[in-house]
């Protein structure tokens, strides 16, 4: 037996799927994988990405808008909203279905809208980076340019995308909420698609036109919840260096300084393992006895139990 852990899970896309009967699909093996941990008598809290879905609802809103003049096209922050609801929805049913299923007949599973606040002189804003959405023509691009004011950038040769910033989160607006519902032993399901962006006026949380890294959005909230890990479930079991090359190495176990040289030499592709690595470092280096680990989803259970992953600690 192993000690009940505090453990923060971080979805990638795999976990999810691209369309709507895909997601429906996929919620059914990640509610197994989770259940496993829940099962095991860990406490679970859910993060998970949006990529996908926040392009398909950001596409549909923009073509309601070609359609009815009425309807000025949707903010992002709105749009990153509803992506919450939208995937909280079939992972809270799922999860609630296998709970059932293993005799958990009583354990609630609840999604919070969570907005995670940004500093609006994040030079992010001056810099937008992450592509969401459909590929588009040049001309569509120049199009969706003029009339909605995005940006757009071609994308490794496969044509023009939407890019949005994408800020650092500072701090998550419904932590305490969050802390009570963990604290009362609810499966929480939060800080979706890195959470709604917004920034701080007087009063007013002002949503912002960004997508926050769910890596990230993660770390913070792992480290505010005093958790003792930070998994980030991907679609690699482990992380390597040389990743692609003939020298390719597998990690099984790196300690935050010897991340931080493999970050500086370059092996962590920018926007996918990147983001992992330096989320994972910056919750293994939060306090002593934290640990962070990069798995597939269906390895989260092994990887716990010390058998695969890449472990990074302090
Ligand atoms: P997610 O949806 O889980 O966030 P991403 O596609 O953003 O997934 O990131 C995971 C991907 O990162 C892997 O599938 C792999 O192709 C890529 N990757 C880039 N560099 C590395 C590396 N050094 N080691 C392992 N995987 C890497
Ligand atoms: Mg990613």
Redesign the pocket.
Known sequence: MYKRKRIVIAL???ALGNTLPEQMLAVKTTAKALCDLIEDGHQVVVVH?N?PQVGMINNAMAALSREDSNQPNTPLSVCVAMSQAYIGYDLQNALREELRKRGFVRTPVVTVVTQVRVDPDDPAFQNPSKPIGHFMSKEEAEHAEKTYGYITKEDAGRGYRRVVASPKPVEIVEQDAINSLVDANKIVICCGGGGIPVTLQGDHLKGASAVIDKDFASSLLAKELGADMLIIL???EK???N?GKENEEWLSDLTVEEAQKYVNEG???A???LP?VQAAMDFASSGSGRTAMITLLEKARDGIQGKTGTLIHL
């Open positions: 990638g896309g795999n990405g990529g991907t679609a690699v992380v390597a260096i990743f092996h962590f592709a926007g996918s393992m992992k």
